[in-house]
């Protein structure tokens, strides 16, 4: 692969560029950084002849010595090739990434962006730390940036790679939900996984304990990843920490917090039946009645109906919920479009 690390050329870089990406401070004034058109010979063939870079790389000064810390906002996209262009395409929109200079490489004829030692080709996904900025073609560093590469390759967002949490392996795609959901670390989306898969003895054992008095129960992903329980009548409002076992390793584990919540004035059994009534009566307004449910995270009863909220099916609505009362759950009527079809 052609290093990206060239002592042929020289460019000042002044400490704007490291302070608008937040990734590393600079500690040198002129780092060494590679022109496109700089040729590198093949590394696997020694007496192969000279390539000439067609892709321009757009790099920040980078000591893995010195800039032992960085900034840890999450960077993830996939890696697009374009006319000799390096895009990090991020949604919908296409970034520049500027990549750490004094360990990243680039192999021409592979099109393998390696940085820190993991390989990357064009159409991969990457997840790591790094930082952002804004490329303004007359202010800031403009002049720094162009002479490294062709400047119809620069976006309005810089997106500095840094080198800490960097995968180059196939993320599962679970993993990769829980990543694009969430936006959380690798590390903390195969926890979530752990505990989903192994949170079943547990959960029964709350169950157990609180057996009569459970009034839902669900997980919550956000701001804090935990159990919750809701529990009828009163009682002080705690959170424990319950370890979730691997079941097939006993000395394995990952402690879940369970938020326990007193109030509720109906407990999930009770839930069920009222579900079961307010079928019966969405049926006897609405012909086309999808599906009824109990949302155990908002405490009410939701009502699927396929139609539009036209001022008539609204009209129906206020029949309903007058019928309804104020002594049970809150019953909620969705209109949708979706059909449910025999198996």
């Not at 937040?22 to 063939?45: H, M, R, Y």
């Not at 757009?58 to 900034?71: G, H, S």
Request: a neutral charge.
């Amino acid at each position: 692969m052609n290093n990206i690390k060239s002592k042929s050329s020289l460019i000042a870089m002044p400490t704007c560029l490291a302070v608008l990406v937040g990734l590393s401070a600079c500690t040198t004034s002129s780092p060494t950084i590679d022109k496109p058109s700089t040729p590198l010979a093949a590394v696997n063939d020694l007496s192969a002849k000279p390539i000439k870079i067609k892709t321009s790389i757009f790099t920040y000064p980078f000591d893995p010595e010195i800039n032992i810390a960085q900034t840890q906002a999450v960077v993830s996209g996939t890696f697009i090739w374009e006319k000799g262009c390096i895009f990090l395409k991020m949604g919908d929109e296409y970034t520049t990434p500027l990549f750490p200079s004094s360990v990243t490489t680039w192999d021409e004829q592979k099109q393998i962006i390696t940085i820190d030692g993991h390989a990357f080709k064009m159409g991969d996904d990457i997840r790591t730390n790094g930082g952002y900025g804004k490329y303004d073609p007359v202010e800031g560093f403009s002049n720094e940036l162009e002479n490294m590469g062709n400047k119809k390759c620069l976006k309005p967002t810089l997106s500095g790679i840094g080198t800490q949490g960097l995968v180059d392996e196939p993320v599962d795609p679970e993993i990769k939900y829980y990543l694009e959901q969430y936006n959380i670390s690798i590390k903390e989306a195969e926890r979530r996984l752990f505990i989903s898969a192994n949170r079943d003895a547990a959960f029964e054992a709350l169950n157990e304990e609180f057996n009569g008095r459970i009034a839902g129960s669900y997980i919550e992903n956000e701001p804090r990843y935990k159990y919750v329980l809701r529990m009828v009548g009163t009682g002080k409002d705690n959170t424990r920490l319950v370890k979730i076992y691997d079941r097939n390793n006993a000395s394995k584990y990952e402690v879940l917090p369970v938020e326990i919540k007193y109030g509720a004035r109906f407990t999930k059994e009770e839930a069920r039946l009222q579900q079961a009534k307010a079928a019966k009566l969405v049926s006897r307004y609405f012909s086309k009645l999808r599906i009824t449910g109990y949302d155990e995270e908002k405490n009410i009863i939701v009502a699927d109906v396929h139609g539009k909220p036209t001022p008539e099916n609204l009209e129906l609505v206020k029949k309903v919920q007058s019928e309804w009362g104020e002594d049970k759950l809150p019953l909620t009527i969705e209109f949708v479009s979706y059909s449910i079809s025999p198996l």
